[in-house]
C-alpha cells in the first residue's frame, strides 16, 4: 500500500488518535496532529520533521482550525485523509445536565467537527480525491445506555451528518466514513476525557450504576486495541470502495445486529400501522 498520504487528525495527543498517529509514523507516511496543547504532542510524538506538525488548535474556534489548516497545508503542500477524533464523553442523566453541560458537548463533538470539515473540504475538492474519517461510537447508532443520552445524541449527529457529507462529496471523489467504535482500551473513561454533571440527582439510580460500572469496572479492561483499530482506519484509506458505515470491535458489531433485529422486529410488528397512515 501507498504510505505517501498526508493525515490530518484531530485531538491526537492521547487515546485512538495517539496511536493512530504513532501508527502512520511508524510506517512513513505524513501526520499533521492536532491537540489543545501542543506541547503534549511533542512530549507524545516528537518535534516537528519532515514527516510530522504538532498543532495547537482550539476545535471551537473557527479561525484556529482555519489556521491550523493552512499550516499543515504550508507545511505538506495538501491533506489526503481528515480523521475526526476530537471529542469527550458525558455521562449524566438528560434531567440532570445543565443546558450549558450538553451544548458545550456539541460543541466540540458536533460544532468543532464541522469546522475542521468546513475548512479541509476546499482541498479535498481541489484535489478530486481524499478520505474523511468521522470518529463517532457504537452509541452514535445504539444509544440504549441510561446517562448517555447528551454524549449518544453529538455521536447520532455525527453519524447522520456523515451520511449527507459523503453523498454531497462523492462526485468529488472523496470519500466519508462513519467509524463506530466500541470500547477499546484508552483514557476515554478516565476523568480528563468523560464528564459528570455538576448537580446529579440521586433518584437516577440506573445513571449512577452505569457511572460506577464505567468508572471501575469498564475503565482499563475494555476489550479493544487501539494499535489495530488504527490498522483498521490504514487498511480503509486504501480500499477503493471504503464503508460509510464502519463498526470497530465485536462489542459494537453485536450491538449494531441487535438493533437492527430490533428495528426489523418493530417495523413488522406495526406495519399495518405504519402504511395505513397515506391518504
Known amino acids: 500500500m501507498e504510505n505517501n498520504k498526508v493525515w490530518f487528525i484531530t485531538g491526537a495527543s492521547k487515546g485512538l488518535g495517539l496511536e493512530l498517529a504513532k501508527k502512520l509514523l511508524a510506517e512513513g507516511y505524513k501526520v499533521a496532529a492536532t491537540s489543545r496543547n501542543e506541547s503534549s504532542l511533542i ?36 491533506i489526503d485523509v481528515l480523521v475526526n477524533n ?31 470539515i468546513r475548512n479541509t473540504m476546499p482541498i479535498l475538492r481541489a484535489n478530486q480525491s481524499g478520505h474523511i474519517f468521522n470518529i463517532s461510537s457504537v452509541g452514535g447508532y445504539y444509544g440504549e445506555f441510561p446517562g448517555w443520552g447528551i454524549y ?33 482500551r484508552t483514557d476515554f473513561l478516565k476523568d480528563s476525557s468523560l464528564l459528570l454533571p455538576q448537580n446529579p440527582i440521586p433518584d437516577y439510580k440506573e445513571v ?46 453485536n450491538m449494531a445486529n441487535q438493533k437492527i433485529a430490533s428495528v426489523q422486529k418493530e417495523l413488522e410488528g406495526w406495519k399495518s400501522v405504519s402504511i395505513s397512515t397515506g391518504f
Open 43 to 78: 512530549e507524545a510524538l516528537g518535534n516537528t520533521s519532515d514527516s510530522f506538525l504538532p498543532l495547537e488548535m482550539d476545535l471551537i474556534n473557527e479561525e484556529s482550525v482555519k489556521k491550523a489548516i493552512d499550516k499543515a497545508v504550508n507545511h505538506f503542500k495538501t
Open 86 to 116: 476530537a471529542g469527550y464523553g458525558l455521562l449524566g442523566a438528560l434531567e440532570e445536565l445543565t443546558d450549558a453541560e450538553a451544548r458545550k458537548n456539541y460543541e466540540v463533538n458536533v460544532f468543532g467537527l464541522l469546522n475542521v
Open 152 to 184: 449518544c445524541s453529538t455521536k447520532f449527529a455525527v453519524a447522520g451528518l456523515t451520511e449527507s457529507l459523503a453523498a454531497e462529496v462523492k462526485s468529488f471523489g472523496v470519500h466519508a466514513t462513519i467509524v463506530y467504535p466500541g470500547y477499546f
Open 208 to 253: 449512577r450504576q452505569s457511572e460506577n460500572a464505567h468508572k471501575e469496572d469498564i475503565n482499563e479492561n475494555q476489550p479493544g486495541d487501539p494499535v489495530k483499530l488504527a490498522e483498521a482506519l490504514i487498511k480503509a484509506s486504501h480500499d477503493q470502495n471504503p464503508p460509510l458505515h464502519l463498526f470497530l470491535g465485536e462489542d459494537a458489531y
